[in-house]
């Protein structure tokens, strides 16, 4: 592990840390996500954060605008990567808080691979599925496979359920040369 992912590491451990303290493990996931979000879908907010020209306090201001209702530590969490000039990172962080939460809550986290991009509907709807098979909360991440030609393969903590096409293919001409023997 680099000494960068160390650092990114540390500060989502210490917000778990905290997220732990306030029994707001979900919470803290939650509203990381929405602020994923928003970085991700507000081109202005994200180039202020990442300013090195706009000053500290101007970008707390705006931290204060837009942060309500949060957790009690994840704004001063948030000023600190503001401080810090983390907001080109918040990926890297958020992701290894989430696999410590996910951890702690007994979440098992996945890849949905499929030939065309799932639908949130068909994203949920997977995830049922495997939660009644595998007994526990499951999230997905589509990721798209066009070589797949059609149906879903789920990887999940090493374990994968494929029900693509190729598959059920590769099954059918085995049970076919294996019943012809």
Known sequence: MSNKQ???NAYSSALFSLAKEENAVEKYSSCLHDISSLLKTNDDF??????????????CLLLDKIIKNAPKSLLPFLKIL???HLYSKFDKIAREYYRLANEELGIKEGLAFSAFPLSEKEIKE????????VGCKIYLDNKVEPSL???????????VYDGTIANKIETLRKTLLGGAK
């Open 82 to 84: 503001a401080r810090d």
């Open 126 to 133: 997977l995830e049922k599925t495997l939660e009644k098979k």
């Open 46 to 59: 994200y180039k202020a954060m990442n300013s090195f020209s706009l000053p500290y306090e101007s970008k």
């Open 6 to 8: 160390e650092i990114y």
């Open 149 to 159: 030609i059609g149906g879903v393969k789920v990887a999940i903590d090493g374990k």
